[in-house]
């Protein structure tokens, strides 16, 4: 039909009322053919959802004929009835997790539907075809004012969900860093808010701010989740942290993974037990991170840097190591202690062979063996007991910490 182009005078607004009113007793049968057509259409989403959503369609469906009817009837307060109407179903529908494009399709339908019943209606009541054409220029307007009102209260509603989701998922990843993941019960209720199964693997990554940087671990989210991997992240203490999940590669896969996107320190840690072993993770993890230079992006596992950790994790013991180890050598002068130092970090490297050592250093073969008689006395550690030999690696790694 033509679009109507003339005056809409009062009388003529009042022959549009009546023509409206004329199908307002139908209102429940076109709501249900409406119903029937999704239902049609998109049968495998309402097969996904069950039957309460159906019956929900179908109520929402009468409600909004029947007051879309009486809006454009010019019933009194139907117009302001029937835009909170479209607010609630966004919300809801938003709530539901139903696509917006369907609900969009419906409104569409359901207008065609209703305006293809004023028109039957007419045809039987000899209505005037200006009353048709202005009622057809005013139901068409009305979908334009319907869907910029559902969008808005549909994209709202999408918005609150998502930050509660997210503050949901925050306060979950808090309370598994102070060991609450140990509750069986809060376990499965920290499963369901993050979205990971019992038997998926987990691990945490453990990234500091180092002061310059504004990211320490850039953007790692969409990279993990192209490769199926499940991540959350959180920032509790300065420290911007993260929930692996899925089928994860070992350790040295996800120091690959995550290498490309370090800007600061970066460690990875496993937990066994899954999310009931998550806060041990992070403790590793951050400790791990204790271990590695500030400065240079920088991507650790704490299974490749067990030693360091240990020592981090316990500064008293580092001392005492330090102390029953390096400490007569570093009492010496600069220049003598900082030549014993690498002479023995030479020979430990190389099983304590003094040829190869020579070699690292660039000297002869008898210097060396000259200064590791000079490092056992000092030290009073044996060069060929392997207990002297791990104390005076582990002197080494708290030395340099």
């Not at 840097?305 to 981090?312: K, S």
């Amino acid at each position: 039909m033509r679009p109507f182009s003339g005056e809409v005078t009062p009388a003529l607004d009042a022959q549009v009322a009546e023509a409206w009113m004329s199908v307002l007793g139908q209102a429940d049968a076109i709501a249900d053919d409406i119903c029937l057509s999704l239902l049609e259409k998109d049968v495998e989403v309402y097969e996904r959802t069950g039957p309460e959503f159906q019956v929900d369609v179908r109520s929402s469906t009468r409600d909004h004929i029947r007051r879309g009817i009486e809006a454009m009837a010019g019933v009194d307060n139907a117009t302001h009835g029937t835009a909170e109407l479209w607010r609630e179903t966004g919300r809801r529908r938003a709530r539901q997790g139903i696509p917006m494009e369907m609900v969009l399709n419906a409104y569409t339908l359901g207008t065609r539907v209703l305006w293809e019943a004023l028109l039957a209606q007419g045809a039987r009541d000899n209505i005037e075809e200006q009353v048709l054409l202005v009622a057809g220029q005013q139901v068409w307007s009305a979908l334009d004012v319907q869907n910029a009102v559902f969008i808005e209260a549909y994209r709202r509603e999408s918005v609150r969900l998502h930050r509660r989701d997210l503050q949901r998922q925050q306060s979950t990843l808090d309370a598994l860093v102070e060991g609450r993941g140990a509750d069986p019960g809060f376990a499965q209720e920290a499963r369901d808010a993050l979205g990971i199964g019992a038997e998926m693997a987990v691990a945490c990554v453990v990234a500091p701010y180092d002061g310059s940087l504004d990211e320490p671990l850039i953007a790692p989210t969409d990279p993990l989740e192209r490769i199926g991997i499940i991540s959350h992240w959180h920032v509790r203490g300065g420290v911007s942290f993260g929930l692996l999940a899925g089928e994860l590669p070992r350790d040295c896969g996800l120091v690959d993974l995550l290498l490309p996107l370090a800007r600061g320190r970066v460690a990875v840690a496993s937990a066994p037990e899954g999310v009931a072993g998550f806060a041990t993770a992070f403790q590793l993890a951050a400790r791990a991170t204790d271990t590695v230079a500030v400065g240079e992006p920088c991507v650790v596992a704490v299974s490749q840097r067990l030693p360091e950790v240990l020592l981090a994790g316990s500064p008293e013991v580092a001392a005492l190591v330090l102390r029953e180890t390096l400490a007569p050598i570093l009492a010496q002068p600069p220049h003598v202690a900082e030549t014993l130092r690498q002479t023995l970090a030479a020979l430990l490297e190389h099983d304590g062979s003094a040829k190869h050592a020579a070699e690292a250093l660039y000297c002869h073969r008898n210097t060396v063996i000259y200064r590791a008689k000079q490092i056992e006395e000092l030290t009073g550690r044996s060069l060929s007991d392997p207990r002297d030999k791990l104390l005076l690696s582990l002197g080494l790694l708290a030395q340099g910490r």
